[in-house]
């Protein structure tokens, strides 16, 4: 007997979640209605060749010749941290890379000016946090050593700055100790310093530039299970006094989400958790208004999601594709005010996947675990 695509979808996502983990039901049921939607410019998502090695957490940056580096990760196999490879979009296929020097996931990986990248930090197995970073240079397909941060740190956030240095704030390091503190690294110097350090410690945050060259760091939590405390404060870093101060707050405590600035010039922040991590992820957003220095309701997704840091797009023509988190992307349009579910059968992975523009306007996602499976080396194109 064949089943109409609607019961064939619910019942694949009833079998992934384990036949009852709470919040699936409205998954399916928001599935089911978001596919009723029509929205003709949500684009198209489609699988495409599959990577090498599965993986999550791991990293996926654009190189200057619109290729694009894919590091690292945790594999199927637990605490073993994958390789590199290269997506070439020209042959639409994973190549491979040279290797990293020490293999790493939950890192974080930053394209300097001179089009290098940096990786920095993450864990290299269970328990072993990295200070070291390295440095692949596309040209030769090499990596380098570079100096070592001031800390160890797993789950903190980078960004480049407007002057070339990256800001590196944040994470989980040795004991386990979770950070308050940041540095800088120079890559004229290649080496890291201290700046100044945030109001409270933070893990698996969001950090933005804003179009002023501060930053925006929002959310995150402290302490694990029974010691987790989350928070909803906001702080901005000023590159040029080298210290963070309080914004104004969130108005859901979040960790495990993103936040991507809009052509306007605000922040949106999607998605994330409360204390009970998938079972009590948010579909909301929220704006962040630097000019206020405040906080606003977004609306909200059609797909709760969480675990995907870094995910979210800004398009060619000022949408923003969120990519991650759930199985299936979602467009936010800031005109409309208002996401579309992405259409189509493709159904990703979603948790820790890596996301990267092309030079074509189309988006690359790779990884990540989730629908009941762990780390994948499926991959998919999101074509506008």
Same mark, same amino acid.
């Given at each position: 007997?064949?089943?109409?695509?609607?019961?064939?979808?619910?019942?694949?996502?009833?079998?992934?979640?384990?036949?009852?983990?709470?919040?699936?039901?409205?998954?399916?049921?928001?599935?089911?209605?978001?596919?009723?939607?029509?929205?003709?410019?949500?684009?198209?998502?489609?699988?495409?060749?599959?990577?090498?090695?599965?993986?999550?957490?791991?990293?996926?940056?654009?190189?200057?010749?619109?290729?694009?580096?894919?590091?690292?990760?945790?594999?199927?196999?637990?605490?073993?941290?994958?390789?590199?490879?290269?997506?070439?979009?020209?042959?639409?296929?994973?190549?491979?890379?040279?290797?990293?020097?020490?293999?790493?996931?939950?890192?974080?990986?930053?394209?300097?000016?001179?089009?290098?990248?940096?990786?920095?930090?993450?864990?290299?197995?269970?328990?072993?946090?990295?200070?070291?970073?390295?440095?692949?240079?596309?040209?030769?397909?090499?990596?380098?050593?570079?100096?070592?941060?001031?800390?160890?740190?797993?789950?903190?956030?980078?960004?480049?700055?407007?002057?070339?240095?990256?800001?590196?704030?944040?994470?989980?390091?040795?004991?386990?100790?979770?950070?308050?503190?940041?540095?800088?690294?120079?890559?004229?110097?290649?080496?890291?310093?201290?700046?100044?350090?945030?109001?409270?410690?933070?893990?698996?945050?969001?950090?933005?530039?804003?179009?002023?060259?501060?930053?925006?760091?929002?959310?995150?939590?402290?302490?694990?299970?029974?010691?987790?405390?989350?928070?909803?404060? +906001?702080?901005? =870093?000023? *590159?040029? @006094? #080298? &210290?963070?101060? /309080?914004? $104004?707050? %969130?108005?859901?405590?979040?960790? !495990?989400?993103?936040?991507?600035?809009?052509?306007?010039?605000?922040?949106?922040?999607?998605?994330?958790?409360?204390?009970?991590?998938?079972?009590?992820?948010?579909?909301? +957003?929220?704006? =962040?208004? *630097?000019? @206020? #220095? &405040?906080?606003? /309701?977004? $609306?909200? %997704?059609?797909?709760?999601?969480? !675990?995907?840091?870094?995910?979210?797009?800004?398009?060619?023509?000022?949408?923003?594709?969120?990519?991650?988190?759930?199985?299936?992307?979602?467009?936010?349009?800031?005109? +409309?005010?208002?996401?579309?579910?992405?259409? #189509?059968?493709?159904?990703?992975? $979603?948790?820790?996947?890596?996301?990267?523009?092309?030079?074509?306007?189309?988006?690359?996602?790779?990884?990540?675990?989730?629908?009941?499976?762990?780390?994948?080396?499926?991959?998919?194109?999101?074509?506008?």
């Amino acid at each position: 007997m064949e089943y109409p695509a609607a019961w064939r979808r619910r019942l694949l996502l009833f079998l992934a979640c384990g036949g009852g983990v709470v919040g699936c039901g409205e998954q399916a049921d928001a599935l089911e209605k978001a596919d009723t939607i029509p929205d003709t410019r949500a684009g198209a998502l489609v699988p495409v060749s599959t990577m090498a090695s599965s993986r999550a957490a791991h990293s996926a940056t654009t190189l200057p010749d619109g290729r694009v580096l894919v590091a690292g990760g945790f594999t199927m196999r637990e605490y073993e941290a994958a390789g590199t490879e290269i997506y070439d979009p020209s042959q639409g296929t994973f190549g491979p890379a040279a290797p990293m020097r020490t293999p790493r996931y939950g890192h974080t990986a930053t394209l300097l000016p001179d089009g290098k990248v940096l990786l920095a930090g993450g864990w290299a197995g269970r328990g072993e946090y990295l200070a070291s970073a390295e440095l692949y240079d596309p040209a030769t397909d090499t990596f380098a050593p570079t100096g070592a941060m001031t800390a160890a740190r797993a789950g903190h956030v980078a960004l480049a700055l407007r002057d070339g240095r990256v800001l590196l704030a944040g994470g989980v390091g040795t004991g386990p100790s979770f950070l308050s503190s940041a540095e800088l690294y120079d890559p004229a110097t290649g080496s890291f310093s201290p700046t100044g350090s945030m109001s409270v410690s933070r893990e698996n945050h969001a950090a933005v530039r804003l179009a002023d060259g501060r930053v925006l760091v929002a959310g995150g939590h402290t302490g694990r299970r029974a010691d987790l405390s989350l928070h909803g404060s +906001a702080e901005i =870093y000023d *590159p040029a @006094a #080298g &210290t963070f101060s /309080p914004t $104004g707050a %969130m108005g859901v405590r979040r960790h !495990k989400h993103d936040a991507v600035l809009l052509p306007d010039g605000r922040v949106l922040v999607t998605g994330g958790s409360d204390e009970r991590d998938g079972d009590g992820a948010y579909a909301s +957003a929220e704006f =962040y208004d *630097p000019d @206020a #220095g &405040t906080f606003g /309701p977004a $609306g909200a %997704m059609h797909l709760r999601r969480y !675990k995907h840091h870094g995910t979210s797009v800004v398009l060619a023509d000022g949408r923003v594709l969120v990519a991650g988190g759930a199985a299936r992307a979602e467009v936010y349009d800031p005109e +409309a005010g208002a996401f579309a579910i992405v259409p #189509g059968e493709a159904r990703m992975a $979603g948790l820790y996947s890596a996301v990267a523009p092309l030079p074509d306007g189309r988006v690359l996602a790779t990884g990540g675990y989730g629908e009941g499976q762990g780390p994948q080396t499926g991959a998919w194109l999101y074509r506008p």
